[in-house]
């Protein structure tokens, strides 16, 4: 048997986080050497520097909406970055867990029970601590996460410090470390038993189908781009995303651009936009929508539709076609 691993596929460490798990859904350990980055801007870099063949990168959450950092660096404000494509997609279901070190006297349900299900009164958080949590003076966690644990938080940890850092399970390893027992992590169940900690609450995002969209990047020269399919299975199997940049000075500059998709009957999935970083209140739209760009000079509506869009959009920029995994 072949057990030679020869690419390596960058992800935002250390292990347990989520990007973890979405990459070694998509990347079994057998074939392939899973490198974890301190940033996801690390990630970037291995992938742009052919370190990693493959990155995993979270693009967005189903309540706490974009990851803006990702965003930054599709935006690519320096020219860093110029090869990284997007290739793929996973969505991943993300269930968030408190977790820390459980005071000593108290028993396993010292403060309350756990609700199960759905609280049945809106803006209340749907679970309750299963141990004591009066000892924690300090919550540590993903930015990210805070967002979709806000019901939680809210209710438990009014007024308690938070310190962001690089990962949800940076946060655990972070706990781990702190001998006095007073601090607590938001992060995954795998980040608990691999940090040693006790699961302090389970369940604590919002929205009980809370799940994060990874991109898998890799560099565009490495794309292969597939034969042309029937335009109408392309569609329904392939998304798109774009950036540029308007003349901002010009009334009607970006719905000229919106109306190309609208010509070629290619539906958007979504729209993001993040400073441009040339001048204060300039903009980069980011553009993601249904259908796939074909090698050049296979024609096809996307392909039209960025020619077009080459000659109304500025700094305009295809940043990957792949298949869409979202069921619906
Ligand atoms: O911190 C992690 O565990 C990550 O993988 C990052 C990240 C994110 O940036 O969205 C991934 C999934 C969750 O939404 C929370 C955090």
Not at 34 to 53: G, K, L, N
Not at 155 to 184: H, M, P, W
Not at 216 to 223: A, E, P, S, T
Not at 272 to 298: C, L, M, Q
């Amino acid at each position: 048997m072949d057990t030679k691993k020869e690419e390596a596929v960058a992800y935002l460490g250390p292990k347990a986080s989520y990007t973890h798990q979405a990459a070694l859904s998509e990347f079994p350990e057998s074939k392939y050497i899973i490198s974890p980055q301190t940033t996801i801007e690390d990630i970037f870099a291995a992938v742009q520097s052919s370190t990693a063949s493959h990155g995993v990168v979270p693009f967005e959450n189903s309540s706490n909406g974009s990851v803006v950092f990702t965003l930054d660096l599709f935006a690519d404000l320096h020219g860093r970055y110029p090869d990284i494509s997007v290739c793929g997609e996973i969505y991943l279901q993300v269930h968030h867990c408190l977790l820390g070190h459980a005071a000593k006297s108290q028993g396993e349900t010292a403060t309350s029970e756990p609700a199960h299900g759905i609280s049945t009164q809106p803006g209340n958080p749907r679970v309750k601590p299963l141990h004591d949590i009066k000892h924690i003076k300090k919550l540590y966690s993903h930015p990210q996460a805070w967002g979709q644990c806000k019901l939680f938080l809210a209710a438990y940890f009014k007024g308690i410090e938070r310190q962001d850092v690089s990962s949800t399970s940076k946060a655990a390893e972070l706990v781990a470390q702190n001998t006095t027992g007073s601090s607590a992590a938001i992060s995954s169940r795998m980040a608990a038993g691999m940090n040693n900690l006790d699961v302090l609450a389970q369940g604590i995002e919002d929205n009980q189908g809370n799940s994060t969209r990874f991109f898998i990047i890799r560099r565009q020269q490495d794309v292969v781009a597939p034969d042309a399919q029937n335009a109408s299975v392309e569609m329904a199997d392939y998304k798109t995303l774009v950036s540029f940049t308007v003349e901002h000075g010009e009334p009607g500059a970006l719905a000229d651009c919106l109306a190309i998709f609208k010509k070629h009957k290619l539906n958007l999935t979504s729209i993001n936009t993040r400073p441009s970083g040339e001048t204060p209140w300039h903009y980069v739209f980011f553009i993601e929508f249904r259908g796939r760009k074909r090698a050049d000079g296979a024609g096809g509506a996307v392909n039209e539709a960025l020619q077009e869009l080459e000659k109304v959009a500025k700094n305009g920029r295809w940043l990957g076609s792949w298949s869409n995994k979202l069921k619906e």
